[in-house]
């Protein structure tokens, strides 16, 4: 029964005791906020998450939370959280292995790009491309 990893609970509900185990339908999906979803996904910074959250806002829609009292000006500000099953999709969607970086086609038979960047010149100098 361990091997679930469920087991029974005294009052006879099923407890997890496998937190690698699914989840149980009806628990609540973990939110964060952008400034968490940043350094977890990683964006270079803030102002850039939003520009993807807006390019891809069919994908993920707003989810808000008011913050402040009432003595705060139109009753606070809102602030935009993230579900964690869209911060994994954006790092899926944002991040790619060495095999598929401009600087490995450099190196193989299809040439990238030339560059004219600083990292660019440095990657042909060590590389012995002119």
């Known amino acids: 029964m361990l091997d679930s990893g469920r087991r029974p609970c005294d009052n006879g509900r099923t407890v997890h005791t496998n937190p690698a185990a699914p989840p149980a339908a009806g628990n609540i999906e973990p939110l964060y906020s952008l400034d968490v979803a940043c350094e977890l996904i990683p964006f270079p910074s803030k102002p850039a998450l939003y520009n993807f959250l807006s390019n891809h806002r069919a994908?993920?829609?707003?989810?808000?939370?008011?913050?402040?009292?009432?003595?705060?000006?139109?009753?606070?500000?809102?602030?935009?959280?993230?579900?964690?099953?869209?911060?994994?999709?954006?790092?899926?969607?944002?991040?790619?292995?060495?095999?598929?970086?401009?600087?490995?086609?450099?190196?193989?038979?299809?040439?990238?790009?030339?560059?004219?960047?600083?990292?660019?010149?440095?990657?042909?100098?060590?590389?012995?491309?002119s």
Do not use: K, V, W
């Open 59 to 129: 994908e993920f829609p707003g989810l808000y939370r008011r913050q402040g009292g009432t003595t705060m000006a139109r009753c606070g500000f809102e602030q935009r959280f993230l579900t964690e099953s869209e911060i994994l999709l954006i790092r899926e969607m944002t991040l790619h292995d060495f095999a598929h970086s401009r600087y490995a086609l450099m190196r193989g038979g299809h040439r990238a790009p030339r560059l004219s960047s600083p990292i660019a010149r440095i990657m042909r100098l060590a590389h012995g491309n």
